[in-house]
């Protein structure tokens, strides 16, 4: 099976303005989950998505979304980007039946903003 | 809330030495999952080995042992014939055992092998 894919692998953008990363999942996964590393604060849960709802959310500002289709792939998007927002973007994904726990992660999406 | 420690930021070991890494957690479920996942320099994130709460047998995958006390909220993983593959920076994580729950990561350790 292939693996979680992430695009584009790298991005650069300046304060101010929006961006879209898009993470498609391991076939037949449905549960995709997205994080944010930074060398600060370490590994942190942005949101988690099935079957296109949002199921659990972490302490993000509003500037950060998410959505997922009906083919289980999945974009977030972070507007008004600010210096902070600079981090490795990862996805995850996972199979059902609940509670299986394991996420298989993407290789990342590493956004820098000047 | 959970939280989850690893309380040695940098270790090192030599090729075909053995290393454990330590982790403890706090919780007050009794039903979760733990895991020790790798990420090299690449930073793709690999899951090394995973461990039920429910099962007192200690999970292995090849050279990957963990060590499990479910009392004492430990969670160490042990990697044996060390080889140069193996440095990297290696998380422990949590998740409760309920779907949509997210992983709850410790800071890390780095490994570096020497030969």
């Known amino acids: 099976k292939a693996g979680v894919t992430q695009t584009p692998r790298y991005l650069i953008k300046t304060r101010g303005q929006q961006v879209t990363l898009s993470c498609s999942p391991i076939s037949g996964h449905r549960s995709v989950s997205w994080y944010q590393q930074t060398p600060g604060q370490g590994l942190q849960f942005l949101f988690e998505y099935f079957s296109e709802t949002q199921r659990n959310k972490g302490n993000f500002p509003g500037r950060f979304s998410g959505r997922q289709f009906s083919n289980s792939r999945s974009e977030m998007n972070v507007s008004t980007l600010e210096l902070g927002d600079s981090a490795l973007y990862l996805c995850?994904?996972?199979?059902?039946?609940?509670?299986?726990?394991?996420?298989?992660f993407g290789p990342g999406t590493r956004l820098t903003v000047l | 809330a959970q939280t989850v420690t690893q309380s040695q930021p940098e270790m090192s070991v030599q090729e075909a030495e053995t290393v454990t890494l330590s982790c403890t957690y706090d919780?007050?479920?009794?039903?979760?999952?733990l895991f020790w996942y790798k990420q090299p320099p690449s930073r793709q994130m690999i899951l090394v080995i995973r461990?039920?709460?429910?099962?007192?047998q200690n999970a292995t995958e090849n050279r990957f042992s963990v060590n499990f006390q479910k009392a004492a909220k430990s969670f160490s993983l042990k990697i044996s014939d060390s080889q140069l593959g193996d440095a990297a920076m290696y998380f422990c994580?949590?998740?409760?055992?309920?779907?949509?729950?997210?992983?709850?990561f410790g800071k890390g350790t780095t490994l570096s092998v020497s030969s």
């Open positions: 919780t007050s479920e009794s039903d979760y999952y």
């Open positions: 461990q039920e709460a429910y099962k007192q």
């Open positions: 995850a994904s996972s199979s059902l039946p609940v509670g299986e726990g394991t996420q298989y």
């Open positions: 994580a949590y998740r409760r055992h309920q779907a949509g729950t997210a992983l709850i």
